[in-house]
């Protein structure tokens, strides 16, 4: 009876999936973080955060479940072994770690919006060479996943569209990762066909937004706005508007980085956006 009892605690303890969180101390990571505390399955093994190195994260989250280090890199994060790197820190350090992460065996989630597809190529590459998987969502959010399903319906049927992202002011990067992966999603369905190609325009340029996968993107950097995204189809006589916003608190991404957390294990190379692992 005893033995069957340790057997089937090693069996869970073996089960448990060991989490390396840089960005634990950020806006999002805090909120994932206190998340995963409270999770069975799921341990933070260490975290990074260049301020609050050396401290333990509970201290700093003032979450006594949290019992992990804190490390300045994730290099140094990287040498506690750890099964599912989660990249939630910035767009100048989002590659650097994940080429840490894939050098040292993990699987990688990536939430850290402004990679570009060159940089997802070139992990790709890494990835599918170690047999490892790499989920990148630049939003978590279930409204999202909706958004970019919707739209990829939509884009079938409508054959011109422009997507507007907004955020706010002091988002550094643009356009955001949910407007690039909404492009990159697009872009595999078909191009849009503008009535006026963009290098055909009187005027100047930037007024028709980037191009990006083919596609016309337009960001916002406005105080008032959080996170939005929206994609506008036009027809002649009738428009079609998806739109997604979410509000001030990190929860929206929670339930979708944690998903991909338990389920990246699954993949090989780089895959984009939460469907991957979803059932729609
Ligand atoms: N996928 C999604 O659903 C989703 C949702 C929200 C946000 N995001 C994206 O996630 C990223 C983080 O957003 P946030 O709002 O949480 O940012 P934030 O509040 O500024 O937090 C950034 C975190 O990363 C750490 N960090 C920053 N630069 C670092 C570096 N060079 N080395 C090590 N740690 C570093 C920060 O700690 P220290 O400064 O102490 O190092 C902090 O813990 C952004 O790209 C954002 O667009 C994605």
Redesign the pocket.
């Known amino acids: 009876m005893a033995r069957d009892f340790r057997d089937a605690a090693a069996k869970v303890a073996r089960m448990v999936i060991r989490v390396c969180l840089?960005?634990?101390?950020?806006?999002?990571?805090?909120e994932l973080a206190r998340s995963i505390a409270k999770t069975a399955d799921l341990a933070l093994v260490a975290a990074?955060?260049?301020?609050?190195?050396g401290r333990n994260l509970g201290d700093v989250l003032a979450e006594p479940r949290l019992t992990c280090p804190v490390y300045?890199?994730?290099k140094d994060a990287l040498a506690r072994s750890c099964d599912v790197f989660v990249e939630?820190?910035?767009?100048?350090?989002?590659k650097t770690?994940t080429v840490a992460a894939l050098e040292r065996g993990a699987h990688v989630v990536?939430?850290?919006?402004?990679l570009t597809e060159a940089d997802y190529a070139e992990l790709d590459l890494m990835a599918r060479n170690r047999q490892r998987g790499v989920l990148a969502?630049?939003?978590?959010?279930l409204t999202?996943v909706l958004l970019q399903k919707f739209a990829e319906t939509a884009a079938r049927l409508i054959p011109q569209w422009e997507i507007i992202d907004y955020a706010h002011d002091d988002?550094?990067?643009a356009p955001?990762?949910?407007a690039r992966e909404l492009a990159a999603r697009l872009s595999k369905v078909r191009h849009p066909e503008p009535t006026i190609p963009v290098d055909r325009i009187v005027g100047p340029r930037e007024a028709r937004g980037a191009t990006l996968s083919g596609i016309q993107v337009h960001s916002v950097r406005l105080p008032g706005y959080v996170?939005g995204a929206e994609v506008v189809f036009g027809m002649p006589d009738q428009r079609l508007t998806i739109r997604h916003d979410s509000g001030n608190s990190?929860r929206?991404?929670v339930d979708?980085?944690l998903l991909a957390i338990r389920n990246v294990a699954t993949l090989v190379g780089v895959h984009r956006g939460l469907d991957t692992v979803l059932d729609l």
Not at 48 to 53: I, L
Not at 110 to 114: A, L, P
Not at 137 to 141: D, R, V
């Open positions: 840089a960005g634990a101390t950020g806006w999002a990571g805090s990074v955060s260049r301020t609050h190195a300045a890199s994730a939630y820190t910035k767009p100048d350090s989002a770690n990536i939430g850290t919006s402004g969502c630049g939003n978590f959010a999202v988002k550094v990067d955001s990762g949910t996170i990190a929206p991404y979708g980085a």
